[in-house]
Nanobody, 124 residues
Framework: QVQLVESGGGLVQAGGSLRLSCAAS????????MGWFRQAPGKERDAVAA????????YYSGAVKGRFTISRDNARNTVYLQMNSLKPEDTAVYYC?????????????????WGKGTLVTVAS
């Protein structure tokens, strides 16, 4: 069992930056692919970014590529999402996810554990 707790959400002006963190419990964190998903009001939950266990392989959705960076620190059981050049359309609840899959495949499935989410609001 892995428990995920997100932090770092909040209100930011368009063009600003935020860094989300996801702290994971358990000693098997380093064996999981980790990802970030988001769900805007009235929309489905979509994959934003994912990173494999070693940090070598990453995935980004087209909407965030070049603006967001995912990273992980296996010694701290933590995964991060650095979000730059934020836009109002980035407003959503951001969820941390863990799964046994590749970073590229996580967008299509394989998530075993979810966090409860953290709200990011980007004001225009």
């Amino acid at each position: 069992q892995v428990q995920l707790v997100e932090s770092g959400g909040g209100l930011v002006q368009a063009g600003g930056s935020l860094r989300l963190s996801c702290a994971a419990s358990g000693r098997t964190f380093s064996s999981y692919t980790m990802g970030w998903f988001r769900q805007a009001p009235g929309k489905e939950r979509d994959a934003v970014a994912a990173i494999n266990w070693s940090g070598v392989s990453t995935y980004y959705s087209g909407a965030v590529k070049g603006r967001f960076t995912i990273s992980r620190d296996n010694a701290r059981n933590t995964v991060y999402l650095q979000m730059n050049s934020l836009k109002p359309e980035d407003t959503a609840v951001y969820y941390c996810a863990a799964g046994i899959t590749t970073a590229q495949a996580m967008a299509s499935g394989g998530v075993r554990f979810w966090g409860k989410g953290t709200l990011v609001t980007v004001a225009s």
